[in-house]
Antibody
Framework: EVEILEFGGGLVQPGGSLRLSCEASGFTFTSYAMSWVRQAPGKGPEWVSGISVSGDRTDYADSVEGRFTMSRDNSKNTVYLQMNSLRAEDTALYYC????????????WGQGTLVTVS | EIVMTQSPATLSVSPGESATLSCRASQSVRSNLAWYQQKYGQAPRLLIYDASARATGTLARFSGSGSGTEFTLTISGLQSEDFAVYYCQQYNYWPRNTFGQGTKVEIK
């Protein structure tokens, strides 16, 4: 059974930092690119960042470029999101999502971890 | 950035009836369009990908169509478990994938 678990959310002051973790199981982790997708209350999902299967390529939304850093540890089936210089507009539920390599949608999602910047 | 516009924002439907949801892209995304269902307190769940292919576990009453800039999700014979929010997503311009703002399907 596929399971994706996110950790690390919480309440942080503007300008502060948080590190999110995402642990995956039940699928071949090394065959999936991973992303963080966030959703503010009452809004649609917003892609935040993505990392390739090997971890050699990362991409970021303009809104977080230079402040967030995504990484992965394939030995632990885990991805991370280091979030610095947090702003009120970063407040959202952060989901970890997976997709197969190539032009593909998100196949598996975690249940999310809440980040509140206030 | 590709803007995805969904309509209507809210759709009131009686159980057993059909619902038609629309999604428009600001420029062509070919057939690289997905639909997700999100129930309250849950993560989005992939329903349809490549505009018309059902994801694993998606029932036959859900069908997708369209290409380019105009897409439709049709739910035939709505069941109680289908009342939820539905989002479209373009993934043609990876990694710059974008979602619509959602259509809420509610009980009439």
């Amino acid at each position: 059974e596929v399971e994706i678990l996110e950790f690390g959310g919480g309440l942080v002051q503007p300008g502060g930092s948080l590190r999110l973790s995402c642990e995956a199981s039940g699928f071949t982790f090394t065959s999936y690119a991973m992303s963080w997708v966030r959703q503010a209350p009452g809004k649609g999902p917003e892609w935040v960042s993505g990392i390739s299967v090997s971890g050699d390529r990362t991409d970021y939304a303009d809104s977080v470029e230079g402040r967030f850093t995504m990484s992965r540890d394939n030995s632990k089936n885990t991805v991370y999101l280091q979030m610095n210089s947090l702003r009120a507009e970063d407040t959202a539920l952060y989901y970890c999502a997976s997709k197969k390599s190539g032009i593909r949608p998100f196949e598996y999602w975690g249940q999310g971890t809440l980040v509140t910047v206030s | 950035e590709i803007v995805m516009t969904q309509s209507p924002a809210t759709l009131s439907v009686s159980p057993g009836e059909s619902a038609t949801l629309s999604c428009r892209a600001s420029q062509s995304v070919r057939s690289n369009l997905a639909w997700y269902q999100q129930k309250y307190g849950q993560a989005p769940r992939l329903l349809i990908y490549d505009a018309s292919a059902r994801a694993t576990g998606t029932l036959a009453r859900f069908s997708g169509s369209g290409s380019g800039t105009e897409f439709t999700l049709t739910i035939s014979g709505l069941q109680s478990e289908d009342f939820a929010v539905y989002y479209c997503q373009q993934y043609n311009y990876w990694p710059r994938n974008t979602f619509g703002q959602g259509t809420k399907v509610e009980i009439k």
